[in-house]
């Protein structure tokens, strides 16, 4: 089966450091999201990536956030100056279409630490 | 708001229990319910899905029933097994083009 692919596995950085988590979608899907998981606590939803630009985003996704394709391949979300409580499980997530019946082929996830 | 609502880990069974995962959700109208499933360094996979109320998701042997008079979708699996360990997510959609809301997991170990 196609898969997701997140790159790093594990990213340490310092508070206020600039960060960029990449994501390798399925190649012929056309929808986009980043979705964290804090330690313990739910996994929320960021944003959604669409036509090359985005489509939706939650209160979390501020302006410290962007989402970028450059490439046609990759997908990557920055983080312009880290805080502490961005430290998350960070999964990257894919789809062919944004309907209910259709299912969203996630990454493995990138373990974000902010020291 | 929408949300979800699943009962707390880590559960830990012998090979061969019954299994059962406790899941409720908060929505207008009628969502579509799914269970995720995360093995140990994999991404999130889609186990099963319901999209109206009394459908039942089933796959690899766990299955899920949509209750509407209960705003539930429990997780269920007669016999598990040691690969059945993994951390198991509860979520819904409330529309179309609404994103996925997930529970907070359930961390499953099986032991011989």
């Known amino acids: 089966e196609p898969e997701v692919t997140q790159t790093p596995s594990h990213q340490v950085t310092q508070m206020g450091q600039e960060v960029i988590l990449r994501c390798v979608p399925i190649?012929?899907?056309?929808?986009f999201y980043w979705y964290r998981q804090i330690l313990g606590q739910k996994v929320e939803f960021l944003v959604s990536?669409?036509?090359?630009?985005?489509?939706?985003k939650s209160e979390i996704f501020d302006d410290q956030f962007s989402v970028e394709r450059p490439d046609g391949s990759n997908f990557t979300l920055k983080i312009r100056s880290t805080k502490l409580e961005d430290s998350a499980m960070y999964f990257c997530?894919?789809?062919?279409?944004?309907?209910?019946?259709?299912?969203?082929?996630f990454g493995s996830g990138t373990q974000l630490s902010v020291l | 708001g929408n949300s979800v609502t699943q009962m707390e880990g880590p559960v830990t069974l012998s090979e061969e229990a019954f299994l059962t995962i406790n899941c409720t959700y908060t929505a207008t109208g009628y969502p579509s319910l799914f269970w995720y499933v995360q093995y140990p360094g994999e991404g999130l996979q889609l186990l099963l899905k319901?999209?109206?109320?009394?459908d039942k998701g089933s796959n690899k042997g766990f299955e899920a029933t949509y209750r509407k008079e209960t705003t539930s979708f429990h997780l269920e699996k007669g016999s598990v097994q040691v690969s059945d360990s993994a951390v198991y997510f509860c979520?819904?959609?409330?529309?179309?083009?609404?994103?996925?809301?997930f529970g907070k997991g359930t961390r499953l170990s099986v032991i011989a």
């Open positions: 979520a819904l959609i409330h529309s179309g083009n609404t994103p996925l809301v």
């Open positions: 190649s012929n899907h056309l929808y």
């Open positions: 319901a999209t109206k109320a009394d």
């Open positions: 990536f669409y036509n090359n630009e985005i489509s939706e």
């Open positions: 997530a894919s789809s062919y279409a944004a309907s209910t019946n259709e299912k969203l082929f």
